[in-house]
T-cell receptor, first 116, second 111 residues
Framework: NAGVTQTPKFRVLKTGQSMTLLCAQD?????MYWYRQDPGMGLRLIHY???????AKGEVPDGYNVSRLKKQNFLLGLESAAPSQTSVYFC???????????????FGPGTRLTVT | RKEVEQDPGPFNVPEGATVAFNCTYS??????FFWYRQDCRKEPKLLMS?????NEDGRFTAQLNRASQYISLLIRDSKLSDSATYLC????????????WGAGTKLIIKP
């Protein structure tokens, strides 16, 4: 199993350009998430999905859109990139651990995005 | 008050020593607690879940103190490879599948 994969690994954009980050998981997890990580801060949730065809906003959704057309894929789009979106983006997926009501999350390797 | 707070460190510890750090959380109704490890420029990886009774995995022991709303991580006989940032994670209020992440505690093990 590849687990969670992300493409691309690195990207440099100019202000105003658009791009899509792709996340794929082969663990049959229902839940998927997009986070951003900035220096000195915890991971912040951008958007998440509780199943195919459903998405919801997280803590910092502005400037981003997402789609989950297939259970295994979760796409993050930046329509008009801004320097404030320079960050490391992580995708994660999770499942319910037995009867613990606990959802362990598993992460992709991240995408380093720089917006100039 | 932040929902999850950690001492950012760094904790500089000699190899072989025991080190412990705590994390406090604000939501008294939280039910899921985790420690993740993150190496420099890598993704977070699950180290261990934290159960009410505490749990141990080799050199690592995690404890939960609900009364004082903190979780702890103890590392015994530290190795150079333990150098990393340790992230404290708690579930979001009213949502078991959304997690709130601490900013992490940096640990540096010195030979």
């Amino acid at each position: 199993n590849a687990g969670v994969t992300q493409t691309p690994k690195f990207r440099v954009l100019k202000t105003g350009q658009s791009m899509t980050l792709l996340c794929a998981q082969d663990m049959n997890h229902e839940y998927m998430y997009w986070y951003r990580q900035d220096p000195g801060m915890g991971l912040r949730l951008i958007h998440y999905s509780v199943g195919e065809g459903t998405t919801a906003k997280g803590e910092v959704p502005d400037g981003y859109n997402v789609s989950r057309l297939k259970k295994q894929n979760f796409l993050l789009g930046l329509e008009s990139a801004a320097p404030s979106q320079t960050s490391v983006y992580f995708c994660a997926s999770s499942y319910l651990v037995g009867d613990t009501r606990s959802y362990e999350q598993y992460f992709g390797p991240g995408t380093r995005l720089t917006v100039t | 008050r932040k929902e999850v707070e950690q001492d950012p460190g760094p904790f500089n510890v000699p190899e072989g020593a025991t080190v412990a750090f705590n994390c406090t959380y604000s939501n008294s109704a939280s039910q899921s607690f985790f420690w993740y490890r993150q190496d420099c420029r890598k993704e977070p990886k699950l180290l261990m879940s934290v159960y009410s009774s505490g749990n141990e995995d080799g050199r690592f022991t995690a404890q939960l103190n609900r009364a004082s709303q903190y979780i702890s991580l103890l590392i015994r006989d530290s190795k150079l490879s333990d150098s990393a940032t340790y992230l404290c994670v708690v579930n979001k209020m009213d949502s078991n599948y959304q997690l709130i992440w601490g900013a992490g505690t940096k640990l540096i093990i010195k030979p």
